[in-house]
């Protein structure tokens, strides 16, 4: 599906193999979008939703305040890899709205997502063909305006260094993806809980070492998704 996956995980005694699962991209704010074909106005909205339940209230709430527009089409995905995908043509021709709008969903990457796309009619005919596109282009168009986010999974590590080393290790955290939990300063060796995205921990964790030489205590004490700033990439939003 496109979604990044991360490497494999190890505790350092024992070399056990533990869980992974893939990052992912949401929404965290809908900017609506809009397009004038032949006439008819297509509204676009994209919403981060945790469950069905949620898309049916939010696709409800649409009908009740759009209550002149024809058609109120919708699809939405779930699941960090998209295990429940359900779309909805809301009478438009079968499969040239619902199945467009969850194919945006698709090629924009993004999950636990809604796209809404409502559509006042204007009196003139598309054809299913055009129909098809214009579904797909304003669904594309919701998803790349509204503000996102990713949810990376990462390894919760717990590190100690000594006080001469705090400031250049504060410096990595700075300079690398990783999430500040907690910090606790007033202890001999400074206190740090990190997030750290699983594909680059040890690297990071090497590094500690490196600048340290051997002083830190490092330890893994779980894992868990943490949300991190969303950056378009070429793949993600062309």
Known sequence: MGYVSVDTIYEEEGQVQQEVKNDYISIEQMVPVEMIMKKSRFIGMAFNVKNEDEAHTIVANIRKSNKNAKHVAYAF?????????????????????????????????????????????????????????????????????????KMVFCNEIEIKVPYANYGSISKLFSDSSVHVIEQKNDENMPLIKLAVPANSSD???????????????INKYGTGFYKFEYKATSSTEK
């Open 77 to 149: 995905a779930l699941g960090e890899v998209i295990n429940v995908a359900k779309n909805n043509d809301d009478g438009e021709p079968a499969g040239s709205a619902g199945a467009p709008i969850f194919e945006a969903i698709r090629q924009m990457h993004v999950t636990f997502t809604l796209v809404v796309v409502v559509r006042y009619f204007g009196g003139v005919e598309l054809g299913k063909g055009k129909l098809t596109r214009v579904y797909n282009e304003v669904a594309v168009g919701a998803i790349k305006e509204a503000k996102k986010f």
């Open 203 to 217: 690297r990071l964790l090497e590094n500690i070492r490196s600048k340290t030489r051997g002083a830190s205590i």
